[in-house]
């Protein structure tokens, strides 16, 4: 059985196992706000979703990640499928999410029909990373 559900106070360990790059009081933010999803397989977590509001009125998945020995098998899909109908229902028109030139996330973005929409370069050397590309998709 697959289940999808906001996150949850209880779901901390699992989403730092997952997620480096979260604060705490971000974590926090997410429960209250109901701004992220974990995965479950047979009632074991999986997967995570997390979003922000671009613009304070845009969803803009900041970070998906499927537990690396379940990769491949559509739980991607239907994490992102669950987030496009929530964001959705909650009448928003469009939505963001981004990924690394070097990461092959972007072609998987591609195939859910985002559409590249732009890029920034972030040089400072204590930040430098390789370029972040944005993609958009109406829903």
Request: net charge negative.
């Amino acid at each position: 059985m697959t289940e999808i559900r906001y996150i949850q106070q209880e779901d901390k360990d699992f989403w730092y196992s997952l997620d480096k790059h979260l604060p705490v009081s971000e974590f926090e933010d997410k429960v209250r706000n109901h701004r992220g999803y974990v995965l479950l397989v047979e009632d074991k977590p999986i997967g995570l979703l997390r979003y922000n509001l671009f613009w304070d009125n845009t969803p803009f998945c900041t970070m998906l990640f499927v537990d690396w020995d379940y990769q491949g098998k559509g739980y991607g899909r239907l994490l992102m499928n669950h987030w496009e109908s929530d964001m959705k229902s909650q009448g928003y028109g469009m939505l963001l999410t981004s990924t690394q030139v070097d990461e092959n996330a972007q072609h998987f973005y591609r195939k859910l029909d985002y559409k590249d929409c732009g890029g920034f370069v972030i040089d400072i050397p204590e930040y430098a990373q390789p370029m972040e590309m944005f993609f958009i998709k109406g829903i």
